[in-house]
């Protein structure tokens, strides 16, 4: 997958129920190589850009009856990686971000999780001290 500046992008599949999604969605379309959404509307079977992958989305919206920008897809993909304690540097690199700042502005941690990796480490320290 390419991002922004052509930057190349490993799309990681790690649940179970994705491999059977992605085996008929390949069989379905007869794609053997290349990119796997692809613009249908021209023809050209060229890859799907952000425009009509756009356009796709807000249509799912609105039969779904909700209004959630496709954007904000990657602040709740940051969001969840961090409350499930993945690193800011892991998520930063997932996102394609340039600095941790960046991915900060993204991501945000949950009171509970934050109370429980303070908790984690006062428990360590206070160990640690005897």
Not at 17 to 31: C, I
Not at 60 to 68: E, R, S
Not at 102 to 117: G, K, N, P, R, S
């Amino acid at each position: 997958m390419h991002g922004k500046g052509g930057t190349v992008r490993t799309v990681l599949l790690d649940d179970r129920g994705y491999v059977p999604l992605l085996k008929l969605y390949l069989a379905r379309s007869g794609y053997t190589a290349g990119p796997m959404f692809r613009a249908s509307i021209n023809g050209s079977g060229g890859p799907l850009s952000y425009d009509a992958a756009h356009h796709r989305w807000n249509g799912y919206c609105t039969a779904a009856g909700c209004n959630i920008d496709i954007h904000q897809l990657r602040h709740a993909h940051a969001t969840e990686l961090i409350n499930s304690g993945v690193s800011i540097e892991v998520v930063r690199r997932r996102l394609g971000h340039a600095s941790a700042e960046t991915t900060q502005l993204y991501a945000l941690l949950a009171d509970d999780v934050a109370d429980t990796e303070i908790r984690a480490a006062r428990r360590r320290r206070d160990r640690a001290g005897r």
